[in-house]
């Protein structure tokens, strides 16, 4: 079945500092690939849309200047947070879409989910 | 735009009781309704889905029906056991995946 790998599944990083976040498709191609944001005991919210070699669309309320994202080719997505922060701390999960919508999940695969904590 | 409302727990059952959790849904289109499980510390896994009015998903004990009169995709499963214990999330699919907020299920012995 369709798998998406997402690395790394947890990091610290210093505050200040970037911090980059890949999503890789491993046995299909994936034109669009979502990121999401989840706080601590909520829900996932929709950070942005990406389709491959385009820019990506963000969601109302995500600063695109602070959370960059890459879909540079049909298996891979990176989100990268800039000038990272303690707020920025969460839980950040990506998916996968397949053209035409094949794959598990009737088309959306999710990776495991990187843990981000910024001290 | 399209939403997804879910009943919020927590929800605490004892093992073998019946569990249902709520699901509705504010759509433009017709799209699909999922439910997802997330156990502590890890992404998510799907549980079942469901593309069309009508279908039923099914998975684990697990069941939801697609409604499109309620606009509802209540989850439910006739005994739970301990090893349910996570948090359950309802999805709905047309452009892109929406989540409801989350609702978390304990099962004590």
């Known amino acids: 079945g369709a798998v998406v790998s997402q690395h790394p599944s947890w990091v610290i990083c210093k505050s200040g500092t970037s911090v980059k976040i890949e999503c890789r498709s491993l046995?299909?191609?994936?034109?669009?690939m979502f990121w999401y944001r989840q706080f601590p005991k909520q829900s996932l919210m929709l950070m942005a849309t990406?389709?491959?070699?385009?820019?990506?669309?963000?969601e109302q309320g995500v600063e695109k200047d602070k959370f960059l994202i890459n879909h540079a080719s049909l298996t891979l997505s990176t989100l990268t947070v800039t000038s990272a922060h303690p707020e920025d701390s969460s839980f950040y999960i990506c998916?996968?879409?397949?053209?035409?919508?094949?794959?598990?999940?009737?088309?959306?695969?999710f990776g495991s989910g990187t843990r981000l904590t910024v001290v | 735009g399209n939403s997804v409302t879910q009943m919020e727990g927590p929800v605490t059952l004892s093992e073998e009781a019946f569990l249902t959790i709520n699901c509705t849904y504010t759509?433009?289109?017709?799209?699909?309704l999922f439910w997802y499980v997330q156990y502590p510390g890890e992404g998510l896994q799907l549980l079942l889905k469901a593309t069309k009015a009508d279908d039923k998903g099914s998975n684990k004990g697990f069941e939801a029906t697609y409604r499109k009169e309620t606009t509802s995709f209540h989850l439910e499963k006739g005994s739970v056991q301990v090893s349910d214990s996570a948090v359950y999330f309802c999805?709905?699919?047309?452009?892109?995946?929406?989540f409801g907020a989350g609702t978390r299920l304990t099962v004590k012995p």
């Open positions: 990406s389709n491959e070699g385009s820019k990506a669309t963000y």
């Open positions: 998916s996968a879409i397949a053209a035409g919508g094949a794959g598990t999940n009737y088309g959306y695969t």
């Open positions: 999805a709905l699919s047309y452009n892109d995946m929406r």
């Open positions: 046995d299909f191609q994936a034109t669009t």
């Open positions: 759509a433009t289109g017709y799209p699909s």
